[in-house]
């Protein structure tokens, strides 16, 4: 069992068939609707999933030198 010590109190709006499948897993696990939804963030904030940038690497061809002046490739040289 996970001890908070310092908690932030947050208002969220849910669909109701979300509430009613949080209630139940809740009533299974025998705690909070409140205590699961920390722990699903926590975990999805731990461990995010890919970011979709790296889809694009390896996508583009140009010098070696571009991403070290990326500013200037995406918004031209500033003179």
Same mark, same amino acid.
């Given at each position: 069992?996970?001890?908070?010590?310092?908690? %932030?109190?947050?208002?969220?709006? !849910?669909? +109701?068939? $979300?509430?009613?499948? &949080?209630?139940?897993?809740?009533?299974?696990?025998? %705690?909070?609707?409140?205590?699961? !939804?920390? +722990?699903? $963030?926590?975990?999805? &904030?731990?461990?995010?999933?890919?970011?979709?940038?790296?889809?694009?690497?390896?996508?583009?061809?140009?010098?070696?030198?571009?991403?070290?002046?990326?500013?200037?490739?995406?918004?031209?040289?500033?003179?």
């Amino acid at each position: 069992m996970t001890y908070i010590l310092r908690v %932030k109190r947050l208002q969220i709006y !849910i669909d +109701e068939d $979300v509430d009613r499948a &949080l209630a139940v897993e809740a009533r299974r696990q025998r %705690k909070s609707k409140a205590a699961l !939804i920390r +722990e699903y $963030v926590a975990e999805h &904030l731990r461990h995010p999933g890919p970011d979709p940038v790296d889809a694009f690497v390896g996508s583009f061809e140009g010098g070696a030198d571009l991403s070290a002046s990326v500013d200037d490739v995406v918004y031209g040289k500033r003179e």
